[in-house]
C-alpha cells in the first residue's frame, strides 16, 4: 500500500503541473567526460570547431557559473542523487574497477522520479555509478534501457578496459592484470546487440543508439528522457582520420586529437537533434549540455585562462562548461551569471517536467523558475569538495571561495599547448607562476576568478564565516567507499566470458 502511495503522489504532482495544457518537455541530458572550459568555441576560442553547441548555446542560455566535482563519478553522483558527494561517501577518487561499491541503493534517481511521471527513461554511454551487483546498475535504478559501459574508460574501437586485482582477496602485496570487454545492452550480460559495434568508435556507437531510441519513442506513451553522458572526451585519446585532418595546423599531437574528439562529439549531437526534430519532437525539447569535470591538462585538454585542471578544486577543475536549450525558456540567446552546481541538476529537470522532489536530504536546489525567466539564482553557496582521506576542503559562499589542503596536483595556469613540448616542460613552464603556499587559502571570485590574490592573512573575520561553514557541513560528513573497499579479484572479466559485469558483490 504504502509503494502504491509513493508512486501515485508524483503522478499526482504531474497533473497539477500540465494543468495548464502545456505537454512536459523531452529532455535529453547530456554529459560530455573531462571537457575543459576552453574546449569549446562557445567560451571564444576560435581553435575549437564546434559549431552544433556553439548554435545550441547561443540560441539557449549559456551557464557561466555552473560548477561541477574534481572528477567523474563524484559529478556523475550529483546528477543521480541531487546529493554533494561528501554526504553520499563519493567524495573521493572515482569508482575503480576493482572495488566494490556503487551509489547508495537507498537513493531515488531523477530517471526513477521522471518514469513516475510518465517519462520513458533511457541512458546512452557511461555509468560510473557501480556495477559489482546489478541492483547498482542502471535498469535497476530506474532506466528503461542502457546501452553503454559501467567502468570510467575504455578503448574508443574495442571497447575493451584493463585492471589489476589482487591474486589473493585482500592481499594487494602481489597483483595480477585483468582485461574485458565492457559495452552492455540494457540489463548486464545481454550481448545480442553490441558485439556488432566492435571496432566502431564510441561516439559514433553511442550517438547512433541516441537516434535510434528517439526514432523508437512512442509520443503518444509520453515523453521522453535520454540521458547521454558520452565516452568523449575522456582519455584515451583517439580520434577519427578526417576529424584529426581539421586540425592539422596544431602541432601538438595531445591537443590535436583531443580537439578532433570535441569536433566528433559535436557532429554526433547534430545528429541526433536533427533525428528530434524529423520526428518533430525538437520543438517540446529541453536540452542540457554539461561536462562532469574540468579538462586534464596533462592530456590534452584545456581550462584557459582558468587556474586548474581536472582532479583539482580550482576552478579548472571544477567550474563547468554548459548551457541549456528549449523553446519553454522564457528568455534566450544570453549568459546567465547566477551561481549552480551540479547537484541542482535533478531537482531543475524534475520541476521543468511538471514534478516536484520532495526530499529533506538533498542538496539540489529547483533552478528552474531561474532559468526559465532569467532570475537571480536560489544558490548561494556549495561545496567543491570535501574529503578527509585526499586532505581537501573546498568551499563557497556567495563570493567567497575557501580552500584547505591539498587543492590537487596542478596549480598552474595552462594556454593551449601548440608543440609537442614535452609535456614535463609544459606543465614546469605554467606552474612556475603559481604562488608558492602551502595555504589556507581565500579568493574573492568575483574580484578574482583566476585565484591569483590569496585574501587568507588580510581578511581573518572572513576567513572565521568560512571556518563556520565549513564546520557546519562536517557535523554531516560521511565516510568515503573508495578506502572502506579493496580491489576483489571476484570481478575478474575471465569469469564472466570475457566482459565487466555485476554479480561479484
Known sequence: MLLRVALLLPLLAICIGWASGTSPPHILFVAA??????????????????????????????????????????????????????????????????????????????????????YAT???????????????????????SFFGYYLGAEDYYTHRRSGSVPVKEGDVGKMKKIDGLDLHHDAGNDYSNVLSANRSYSTYVFGKQAELVIQNHDVSKGPLYLYLPFQAVHGPLEAPERFLEMYAHIKNTSRRTLSAMVSAMDEA??????????????????????????????????????????????EGGTRGSAFVH?????????????MMHSVDWYPTI??????????????????????????????????????KTGNVSAIRVGKWKYLKGHPGSHAGWYPPAKDDTPLEEYLATHESNAPPEAGPWLFDVDADPLEKTNLYSAMPDQVKVMEAQLSEYMQHYVDDLFSQHLPDPKCDPALYSGAWSPGWC
Not at 44 to 58: R, S
Not at 122 to 143: A, E, V
Not at 274 to 281: A, D, E, I, Q, S
Not at 326 to 338: E, I, S
Open 33 to 118: 567526460d573531462d571537457l575543459g572550459w576552453n574546449d569549446v568555441g562557445f567560451h571564444g576560442n576560435p581553435d575549437i570547431k564546434t559549431p552544433v553547441l556553439d548554435t545550441l548555446a547561443h540560441e539557449g542560455v549559456i551557464l557561466n557559473h555552473t560548477y561541477v566535482q574534481p572528477v567523474c563519478s563524484p559529478t556523475r553522483s550529483c546528477f543521480m542523487s541531487g546529493r554533494f558527494p561528501f554526504h553520499t561517501g563519493l567524495q573521493h577518487s572515482v569508482i575503480k574497477p576493482e572495488r566494490p561499491y556503487g551509489l547508495n541503493l537507498s537513493i531515488t534517481t531523477p530517471a526513477q522520479h521522471l518514469k513516475s511521471l510518465g
Open 122 to 144: 533511457h541512458i546512452i554511454g557511461k555509468w560510473h555509478l557501480g556495477f559489482c551487483s546489478k541492483q547498482y546498475t542502471p535498469t535497476q535504478r530506474g532506466f528503461d
Open 269 to 314: 549531437i547534430g545528429n541526433i537533434t536533427r533525428t528530434l526534430k524529423n520526428r518533430g519532437m525538437w520543438e517540446n525539447t529541453l536540452m542540457v549540455f554539461t561536462t562532469d569535470n574540468g579538462g586534464p591538462v596533462t592530456v590534452g585538454a584545456n581550462n584557459w585562462p582558468l587556474r586548474g585542471s581536472k582532479a583539482t578544486v580550482w
Open 326 to 338: 528549449g523553446t519553454m525558456l522564457n528568455k534566450t540567446g544570453y549568459t546567465y551569471n547566477g
Open 350 to 387: 524534475v520541476s521543468a517536467a511538471g514534478g516536484k522532489v520532495d526530499d529533506p536530504g538533498m542538496d539540489g536546489i529547483d533552478m528552474w523558475p531561474a532559468l526559465q525567466n532569467n532570475l537571480t539564482s536560489p544558490r548561494t553557496g556549495f561545496v567543491y569538495n570535501i574529503d
